[in-house]
């Protein structure tokens, strides 16, 4: 089955810095959604992309969509600590199966 | 509202046993689904329910029973607990499609020994 696969697995990073997170998937897709999970707690919607917009901004976060590619970047900007999570982005298959496939996350670790 | 809520948080069971893990959400969502989340995993979906009395298999169906008598609620029975069934479980919600922003509950954590 389609996956989203997150790269890298971990990234730590200084307070105020960038954070650039990145998602590959296989086939086709309708629309890629990112999410964050603090620890030990549920999946927090972050953003949705459809495939077609190329870029999409909420805050400080920033995502881009390559479906040349099948690719996805996720940027933080100015990060701070309570950004220290993990990012999961999840796509759909675009013959509309109302099935989300997950990738295995990024572990960010932001340090203040 | 209180958005989507699981019970138990946690639970612990014998290998054999069955159970069921409640799932319920009052935002008046058409689409549930139920994922597991293995550690240093993402999540995998077990079951999803476009609406009451409409349910589907997700990757990993297999041990695993649900039905959608209502939009409010969406439980998942294990039907023979098995020790590969150790997970943390997340039900999750959204307006009308999983192409919809999906809220999550905060998760049951699940132990089978």
């Known amino acids: 089955s389609q996956q989203g696969e997150e790269d890298p697995q971990a990234l730590s990073i200084q307070e105020g810095e960038n954070a650039t997170m990145n998602c590959s998937y296989k086939?086709?897709?309708?629309?890629l959604q990112w999410y964050r999970q603090n620890s030990g707690r549920g999946l927090v919607h972050l953003i949705l992309i459809r495939s077609n917009e190329r870029e999409k901004h909420s805050g400080r976060l920033r995502v881009t969509l390559d479906t040349s590619k099948k690719s996805s970047s996720l940027l933080i900007t100015a990060s701070r600590a309570a950004d220290t999570a993990s990012y999961f982005c999840?796509?759909?298959?675009?013959?509309?199966?109302?099935?989300?496939?997950f990738g295995t996350g990024t572990r960010l670790k932001v340090l203040a | 509202n209180a958005g989507v809520t699981q019970t138990p948080k946690f639970q612990v069971l014998k290998t054999g046993q069955s159970m069921t893990l409640q799932c319920a959400q009052d935002m008046n969502h058409e689409y549930m689904s139920w994922y597991r989340q293995d550690p240093g995993m993402g999540l995998r979906l077990i079951h999803y329910?476009?609406?009451?009395?409409?349910?589907d298999q997700g990757e990993v169906p297999n041990g695993y029973n649900v039905s959608r008598s209502t939009t409010e609620d969406f439980p998942l029975r294990l039907l023979s607990a098995a020790p590969s069934q150790t997970s943390v479980y997340f039900c999750?919600?959204?307006?009308?499609?999983?192409?919809?922003?999906?809220?999550f509950g905060p998760g049951t954590r699940l132990t089978v020994l």
């Open positions: 999840a796509t759909d298959a675009a013959s509309g199966t109302y099935k989300y496939i």
């Open positions: 086939t086709s897709i309708n629309n």
């Open positions: 999750a919600s959204s307006y009308s499609s999983a192409t919809d922003e999906q809220f």
């Open positions: 329910s476009v609406g009451a009395g409409i349910t």
